[in-house]
């Protein structure tokens, strides 16, 4: 692991800018509780807004509020909750620099209830809030608010989830949980599942939503009844805003983003697309409408003419990287119709972002000395354009009906340049991979929640459907064999490397067409009655859960040859002119289509669940949830290997127990302690019998049906143990510490293909386990004024949460792999530490957030090629954000500081000890970011909603 050099006059610096930013606070604050009338016990989510403003809070457990950031002047207060008469108390006085505290009492509302008029919804997004589900909850949950994701200035849900105990982020995308590889992990959004646009990864692409949608994001570590039986790690739910009322308002973000050793620096691409700037330049790329299966039987004038049809994208263009750009724009607010209040929320996002990086690749033999030098050049431009609009109504007896709809188009651009040495450092190869690719991410659901008999049954359901489109048109590979020159001062010899006559090799001079399509539709539904059992009121669940996935993908590939009687000169033209239109001829070179392999498959998956729960009160401290789900599940795959179909079929039956009990010392102490079966099923890309070349790793990876078309991949079947303490000092503030331990049967690896240390796979280990323990503390530090006598710790409040894990695979005795090591994708220890400080008033927040995951198996490797390994990198992040005025914030971050190197190495002396000085397979530095934007609040006043005639 690489240093951490802290230079005294940079914390000097932010000491001091602590110091003094306690001194520009021009606002003042209203604060107080809110109880009811008869019982002088705190109402919990009510409403508290200062009329004519958009400026509210929501009653925690006690009945506190407190609205911030208030301008002097005098406003009427208004307090709303369910089942109560509102209240207005006019001429409420607010100072600069001194909070405003008001005392009121709500009288309960004895009108029948179709006579009820609701005003508001409960606020889910703040951190009281979300601390206050996770200690109602009956299963072992982490989470964070959208109140904390402003704080951190995280751009996306894969950089907010990291935040969470447990949960780290590979490629920057893709989640991990207590250190399990994200195939064990599930993602649902807005309680269903999430679509996947990513051929060969089961996870959710965490990039596509940005933080600003975000609600709140809930991590359930444990299995439950009403829970799906998928995963292992972690169940990640995804929570986006929803519709809030008595709130009108317009809020935009826009920030610029410069990245070391990118922006301003020369950057490369291909030849700008129409539709290139929003994300939708794919289609633009595609091959020519009706082109031809380029078979036998053609001939070869016929061939040339529709090999000409095709554009040469082939050059490589220069440009300046910009600065990166980020904006974003919602607006919420509500109309009235006949009586009922519909909310909308509406949002908009837009980014630009680049990257170069300089990434030094090796390869070796078995005994570990390097045999070649790679040197990548790779820049890579990511634009996404999302959109967001959310329904919700609540009618007259209460049930609430929601439409939401989450539209995501995101597009990678990325040329990469390759410079392959020998051992000695001289230059032998020049390869080249040019792409495009779009993805598209639809996600629309129909969701509704009703009570009846008294509130004693409710019921929740959600219909969803999900599409997902990855088309990555025209990926070009061209390959150059470089031969040095005997003759001082004249230019290397470059040839392009073509296979014979007729034969095509897409990895070396060649282009690539694929596209996949997914379809996901769900039904989600809920139902939980209260009953009285031995003066117990026992409440039992019912449900069910219905999905059905349908994919489709195809590729079709075609390569570049010399013709026998081609003119051999041609082989040395530079990669922007070599395959132009002109080029393909008689006397020069001939497209073909590789038809011989397999490239396509359709698959489907249906999945029928239920189960039944009880959640028993046995005394008044003991809590008891337990019950049983049953999962039906059939996966089909269907498609061919070198003309010969191949199809499978593999239905599944599993019944899931689980019992999650709880023990409340009092209402700030508990202990929780859980067990619970759960699965990881197999997907398309792991079992389909297709392969594709990897240009980064320079391999290739088959789907486990290629190689084993007899042998399906098995279900893996996991037994999930919990102990957990719980301690709530205080709103807003936990302490957790717990422990887990998971045994694995049939576990699901990427492992090296053996005999060969050029391909990956797909595999079932006969067993594994893992154990580990977690701490998670959310913590103001007013503490330490009390200790030390002082006031200037009362501002800030610190965040931590760690794993350890330990985990072993069990292989047999005749198996060549590693027969000792971590799960695959499994790191032993996740680190996040978080450091908060606000003004009172919150005129300033500043955050310095830490960030280190242990080093993890990619690939898990064979007696003769050792394990792949992802070392650890500590990030540090920093973040300010001033409020200016009511309408207007600023905010400058910088995130990876330390800028560590991304290392992959191998442990060729096999002794399980991976460190920085082991043989690198890959290593790049990422460049540290800065960041800097402004907030508007454009409409600042909440206007009386009016019916629509």
């Keep these: 692991m690489g240093n951490i050099d802290f230079k005294p006059s940079f914390f000097t610096f932010f000491l001091l800018l602590l110091t003094l930013t306690t001194g520009f606070a021009q606002t003042g604050s209203v604060k107080g509780v809110v109880t009811d009338a008869r019982s002088k016990e705190g109402i919990v989510g009510g409403t508290v807004r200062l009329d004519g403003t958009m400026l509210a ?33 006019p001429q409420v006085a607010v100072a600069s620099g001194k909070p405003t505290v008001i005392n009121s009492t709500l009288e309960e509302d004895t009108k029948q209830l179709n006579e009820v008029v609701v005003t508001g919804v409960r606020r889910t997004n703040t951190e009281v809030s979300v601390i206050s589900e996770i200690k109602q909850a009956n299963v072992v949950v982490s989470g964070v608010s959208s109140e904390q994701i402003v704080k951190t200035q995280d751009r996306d849900a894969a950089e907010v989830v990291r935040r969470i105990p447990g949960v780290t982020i590979v490629d920057n995308r893709f989640i991990q949980v207590r250190g399990l590889s994200d195939r064990y992990n599930t993602v649902w959004l807005n309680d269903v599942n999430a679509p996947s646009s990513e051929t060969d990864r089961k996870s959710f692409s965490f990039d596509v939503v940005p933080s600003s949608l ?64 929003f994300g939708f330049g794919a289609r633009m790329r595609e091959l020519p409408g009706g082109f031809p299966v380029l078979g036998t039987a053609y001939q070869q004038y016929e061939r040339d003419f529709y090999a000409k049809q095709i554009e040469n994208t082939f050059p490589i263009y220069k440009m300046k990287a910009m600065p990166d750009l980020r904006f974003n724009a919602a607006y919420i607010d509500q109309i009235k119709i006949k009586g009922l209040e519909i909310g909308s929320v509406s949002s908009v996002n837009y980014t630009n972002t680049y990257s170069r990086f300089h990434i030094d690749r090796n390869l070796f033999d078995g005994a570990g000395q390097r045999t070649d030098q790679l040197k990548d050049d790779q820049s890579t ?9 959310n329904f919700s109504v609540v009618l007259n007896d209460g049930s609430r009906l929601e439409f939401r709809n989450l539209f995501n188009q995101q597009a990678r651009n990325q040329q990469t340049t390759r410079a392959g040495l020998d051992d000695n450092g001289v230059l032998t190869r020049r390869s080249y991979q040019l792409g495009y690719q779009g993805r598209t991410t639809y996600t629309g659901q129909l969701a509704g929640t009703h009570s009846f008999n008294k509130d004693k049954t409710s019921l929740d359901w959600v219909a969803g459907y999900g599409y997902s489109n990855r088309n990555e048109p025209d ?22 490397l073509t296979p014979a006559t007729g034969g095509v090799d897409v990895n070396n001079a060649g282009r690539l067409y694929q596209a996949l399509s997914e379809h996901i539709f769900t039904v989600n539904a809920n139902l939980k009655h209260k009953v009285s059992v031995a003066e117990r009121e026992v409440e039992i669940g019912a449900g069910t859960y219905l999905e059905y996935r349908r994919r489709h993908f195809q590729a079709r590939a075609f390569g570049y040859s010399l013709n026998a009687n081609g003119d051999p000169r041609l082989r040395n033209e530079a990669v922007g002119n070599i395959f132009d239109p002109r080029n393909i001829a008689s006397g020069g070179f001939r497209m073909d289509e590789d038809i011989n392999s397999t490239y396509r498959y359709g698959a489907s998956n249906e999945l029928e669940a239920g189960y039944l729960s009880f959640n028993i009160p046995v005394t008044p401290k003991i809590k008891l949830l337990t019950g049983a789900r049953y999962e039906r599940n059939v996966q089909s795959i269907n498609t061919g290997i070198n003309g010969q179909p191949v199809s499978q079929d593999v239905t599944t039956n599993f019944l899931l127990p689980s019992a999650n009990l709880s023990y409340n010392f009092n209402d700030k102490n508990l202990v929780r302690a859980s067990y619970g079966r759960s699965l990881n099923r197999p997907e398309f890309r792991e079992s389909a019998p297709f392969f594709y070349y990897d240009f980064d790793f320079n391999v290739l990876n088959f789907g486990s049906l290629y190689l084993n078309p007899e042998t399906p991949l098995k279900v893996a079947s996991i ?10 000092p205080s709103d807003g503030e936990l302490i957790h510490v717990g422990a887990f331990y998971k045994k694995f049967k049939n576990p699901i690896e990427n492992v090296v293909v053996l005999t060969t240390n050029l391909a990956y796979t797909f595999v079932n280990a006969p067993s594994a386990y893992a154990y580990g323990v977690e701490l998670d503390l959310k913590k103001n530090l007013t503490l330490l004024d009390d200790a030390f006598g002082t006031s200037g710790f009362k501002n800030l409040s610190v965040v931590f949460n760690g794993s350890l894990i330990k985990s072993q695979v069990s292989l047999g005795d005749n198996v060549a792999w590693n027969k000792k090591r971590a799960l695959q994708g499994q790191s032993p220890y996740v680190y996040n530490g978080g450091l908060y400080y606000q003004t009172p008033e919150n005129t300033w927040q500043i955050a310095a957030l830490y960030n280190v995951f242990g080093p993890r198996i990619l690939f898990a490797g064979s007696n003769d090629y050792p394990d792949v390994v992802e070392m650890p990198r500590h990030t540090i992040d920093l973040s300010v954000t001033k409020t200016v005025s009511k309408r207007m914030s600023l905010n400058a971050g910088v995130q990876d500081l330390l800028n560590q190197k991304v290392n992959l190495v191998q442990d060729y002396n096999r002794d399980k000890k991976y460190t920085n000085s082991d043989q690198s397979l890959a290593g790049y530095r990422r460049g540290t970011y800065y960041t800097v934007g402004m907030r508007f609040n454009l409409e600042p006043r909440a206007t009386p909603t009016t019916p629509l005639p």
């Design 475 to 496: 990926l070009r590979r061209v390959s150059y064999q470089i031969t040095p020159s005997t003759t001082e001062g004249a230019a290397n010899m470059e040839t392009v």
């Design 214 to 277: 975000l609600d709140r994001v809930l991590v359930f570590k444990d299995p439950s009844p009403e829970l799906p039986g998928d995963f292992a790690g972690g169940l990640v739910k995804v929570y986006l805003r929803k519709p809030t009322f008595n709130e009108r308002l317009f809020t935009a973000n826009y920030s610029l983003g410069y990245r070391n050793g990118t922006t301003g620096n020369d950057f490369f691409t291909d030849k700008t697309q129409a539709g290139d700037a």
């Design 381 to 389: 431009n990511n634009v996404r354009l999302g959109a967001i609009q």
């Design 57 to 89: 809070d929501q009653t925690d457990a006690n009945g506190n509020f407190t609205i911030s950031n208030v301008p002097p002047g005098q406003y009427t207060l208004l307090i709303t909750s369910v089942s109560y008469r509102n209240r207005s108390i």
């Design 719 to 728: 037994d999930n143990f919990d102990l957990r303490y719980e301690l709530y």
